[in-house]
């Protein structure tokens, strides 16, 4: 593996009103994020992650059971397989955040990595769901009426250019996934997000840079970005961006543009701090037992 590795972040607009059809809406998304992709990978990308469940609004806003429709069986279903064979055109690694279906009325926020011959490698599943109002009309990251808690725990990938974790945006606000991905040997974490301004922005740019550090890795951050009609519960203000071991940031998005946002990782910085900062020599987990307790 080469030590620079080009990092391609997708951040977009969902353009289709939410009372059109399901179909409707994942045909014109994955159009746009076709061409996104050839787009980053004409730039030099060699590592591409789209947003959080792309191929849609973040219709989480509401509680309805038409967005079950957009659901599709991962890796067998038509947008992995789509987009596999597009990573295999490209040479790209492709980390695909959608929709999972499995066997009947089983759910996940899932997303594929896929590797730069087009090969599926695996998947993560979205291991915190939320369930939070936003604003006063009724709309809310209603979550938990959709996805299960993800059950595969945290896998890393070693893809053609780098070892690849995933991280699925409310994901972000616990540091123990984190650490276990660093555990496991992530060089670079993706967290495929939808967060809007109001309830969290102060966050984004102090909690993945301090998982970054904490555990010697890379933390790649996309969040969509615009207003979605009908529910307009806030803007998705975009700002997605590339943070290094150090905690300082190589790249970053706009606040409100689609966006290929292009960035290097470099392995030799990894190791550089990791050398600096013995924190997987120096922590304590037989110290930790009370972590995994439950609460009375």
Not at 69 to 87: D, H, I, K, M, R
Not at 129 to 156: A, D, M, Q, R, T
């Amino acid at each position: 593996m080469a030590d620079i590795i080009r990092i391609g972040l997708i951040q977009a607009k969902n353009e289709v009103h939410g009372d059109e059809s399901v179909h409707l809406h994942k045909e014109k998304a994955v159009e746009k994020h076709y061409r996104m992709v050839r787009e980053a990978a004409a730039k030099g990308a060699q590592i591409i992650c789209l947003q959080e469940i792309f191929y849609g609004p973040y219709f989480c806003a509401e509680q309805q059971p038409k967005w079950y429709e957009s659901a599709e069986e991962v890796p067998n279903g038509p947008t992995v397989q789509l987009f596999s064979s597009l990573a295999r055109e490209l040479g790209t690694v492709l980390i695909l955040p959608v929709y999972e279906r499995v066997g009947i009325g089983t759910y996940y926020n899932t997303a594929a990595v896929i590797d730069a011959d087009g090969t599926y490698l695996g998947k993560y599943r979205k291991q915190h769901i939320p369930h939070v109002g936003v604003g006063s009309s009724g709309c809310g990251f209603w979550e938990k009426y959709y996805f299960k808690p993800g059950n595969l725990g945290y896998p890393v990938f070693e893809t053609a250019f780098a070892k690849v974790g995933v991280y699925i945006c409310y994901d972000r606000h616990f540091p123990e996934g984190a650490r276990l991905l660093g555990l496991n040997g992530a060089e670079i974490v993706f967290n495929p997000s939808a967060t809007v301004a109001g309830l969290s922005e102060y966050l984004w740019k102090l909690e993945q840079p301090a998982h970054a550090v904490a555990n010697g890795y890379y933390v790649a951050a996309i969040n969509r970005v615009g207003t979605e009609a009908p529910w307009n519960m806030g803007e998705f203000y975009g700002q997605s961006y590339l943070v290094d071991p150090r905690g300082q940031f190589v790249a970053m998005g706009s606040r409100d543009q689609d966006e290929v946002v292009i960035a290097e990782m470099d392995r030799n910085k990894i190791h550089e701090v990791r050398d600096t900062w013995q924190f997987y020599r120096d922590r304590r987990p037989e110290t930790y037992e009370d972590m995994v307790k439950l609460l009375p």
